[in-house]
């Protein structure tokens, strides 16, 4: 049965970390910052919420993120030098991001983990379910992801997270979740959670990507959460108390996502993302898929 439930208006974007495994290019550049063919990773992450509904953005930085500030904010000394030479296309680019939703900062400080950093929202959230997006998780806007998450809170309450089916050898790079079924094929109810286990120990191969949609409760759970894996505050953690006893803060459910995701995270995959948006790009595409088609080609016969 639907259930009524605050609407949900606000997102957190935690972008604090130092993002050691771009290193040197993060040296001087926040990791959010880095493109994604021409648009900086952080950007998509902010449309994906601005597209569910959620014109409310906090980003939680730490110390060397002064540019996502400035990527957010208007340039008029760049502006009025495009005005004035007529490019409007990449005028409206550049007041694309300005424009996109009302954003606010708020510093982490000590980087004790994601647990952490979603507490320090609890200031601007208030008593109200909010989503958590994370930056290295890029999911395409074709599939819908987080506003389903939010329909399913909506439903039943709680607090919502997206799973993913990753093979057994990849669970323990993930938080792991041990589900039962629902009466929705792409909701499961989560009876258990587990931060990155071993492969042998893992209770499923349901792995957790990186959105959430959280009940307002679990800020009391994260003040009382001790660190866990990696001296680290877990979010994990605290969605696993919620998952073992509905009392403290509703249930949790996740939702079963098998669209495209691009990890940005990873060298690799990183790479590997730029490649697949370059090649969907209705400007880029054709070309660059002839390029790409010639190249794999040559390299092939080199072999």
Known sequence: MTQSHPRISKAVIPAAGLGTRFLPATKATPKEMLPVVDKPAIQYVVEEA?????????MVTGRNKRPLEDHFDRNYELESALQK???????????????????????QGDPKGLGHAVLCAAPHV?????????GDD????????????????????????????????????????????TGDGDVVKVTGLVEKPDAAEAPSN???????????????????????????????????????DEKVGGPVHG?????????????????????????????????????????????????
Do not use: N
């Open 50 to 58: 601005v597209a569910a509904g959620l014109g409310d953005v906090l």
């Open 85 to 107: 030479k007529g490019d409007a296309g990449r005028l409206a680019k550049v007041q694309e991001s300005s424009d996109l939703a009302m954003i606010h900062y708020v510093r």
């Open 126 to 134: 208030g008593h109200e379910p909010f989503a958590v997006l994370l």
């Open 138 to 181: 890029l999911i395409d806007p074709r599939d819908p992801l987080l506003q389903r998450m939010i329909d399913v809170q909506e439903q039943y309450g709680g607090s919502v997270i997206a799973l993913m089916e990753v093979a057994p050898e990849q669970i323990h790079l993930y938080g792991c979740a041990s589900v039962a079924p």
């Open 206 to 244: 349901y792995a957790i990507i990186g959105r959430y949609v959280l009940d307002p409760r679990i800020f009391d759970i994260l003040r009382k959460t001790e660190p866990g894996r990696g001296g680290e505050i877990q979010i994990t953690d605290a969605l696993q108390q919620l998952a073992a």
């Open 255 to 303: 939702v079963v996502f098998k669209g495209r995701r691009y990890d940005t995270g990873d060298r690799g995959d990183y790479l590997r993302a730029i490649v697949r948006l370059a090649c969907e790009r209705e400007d880029l595409g054709p070309d660059f898929r002839t390029w790409l088609r010639s190249y794999v080609a040559e390299e092939m016969q080199g072999r």
